[in-house]
């Protein structure tokens, strides 16, 4: 069992509509992150958070601790929010668990 | 500030073939990390260095070797390429290690054996 699950892994939508992709952790965590994989295979970092609800712009990310649920929800997506995002949780050296990924295509 | 630099972009080697894939940071970040992502999979974690002269293996270090001379490089050793070392490559390197702190990314390497 992955220490990280992401859903859905695929996510196809239509421009404008508004977009959750979710994350499920089983360690015990003090920050989450979310990355943000380009088309071109660059890396970003978006969020971190460690309780309750960050924003930046179009893009909210969430958190439940006490359920190890985090989401990252885009409104009014736009086809250059295509990406693959990715959750990540440290463990318990210096690194993280890394989800696989959902695949965003947004379609205009 | 150029942030974590990354060569070459692509590359196709032949199996038996060395390289090495080149990574340097210009933040001054002592933690630094090697990446493989394959398709599907997440990032998996193949070597990593907590600053200059120390590293350490990760989840998948078999068929790779890294040093850390300075705080900037980082750079990652393939010696005898095989087919399962094709994948995407990521260095990254981080300011610190408490939770907070997240990773810089390079651009990412191509590799292709056959």
């Known amino acids: 069992k992955n220490e990280v699950e992401q859903s859905p892994q695929n996510l196809t939508a239509q421009e404008g509509e508004f977009i959750t992709i979710n994350c499920s952790y089983s360690?015990?965590?003090?920050?989450l992150h979310w990355l943000q994989q380009h088309p071109g295979g660059g890396i970003v970092s978006l969020f971190m958070?460690?309780?309750g609800k960050k924003k930046h712009g179009r893009l909210i990310a969430t958190i439940n601790i006490q359920e190890k649920h985090s989401s990252l929800h885009i409104t009014a997506s736009h086809p250059r929010d295509s990406a693959v995002y990715i959750c990540a949780v440290p463990n318990t050296g210096n690194q993280f668990y890394f989800g696989t990924g959902t695949s965003l295509t947004v379609i205009p | 500030n150029a942030g974590v630099t990354q060569t070459p972009k692509f590359r196709i080697l032949k199996i038996g073939q060395s390289m090495t894939l080149q990574c340097t940071q210009d933040m001054n970040h002592n933690y630094m990390y090697w990446y493989r992502q394959d398709p599907g999979m997440g990032l998996k974690l193949i070597y990593y260095s907590v600053g200059a002269g120390i590293t350490d293996k990760g989840e998948v270090p078999n068929g790779y070797n890294v040093s850390r001379s300075t705080t900037e490089d980082f750079p990652l050793r393939l010696e005898l390429a095989a087919p399962s070392q094709t994948s995407v490559y990521f260095c990254a390197s981080r300011l610190g290690t408490e939770t907070h702190y997240g990773y810089t990314f390079g651009s990412g390497t191509r590799l292709t054996v056959v």
């Open positions: 958070l460690s309780s």
């Open positions: 360690v015990g965590i003090s920050a």
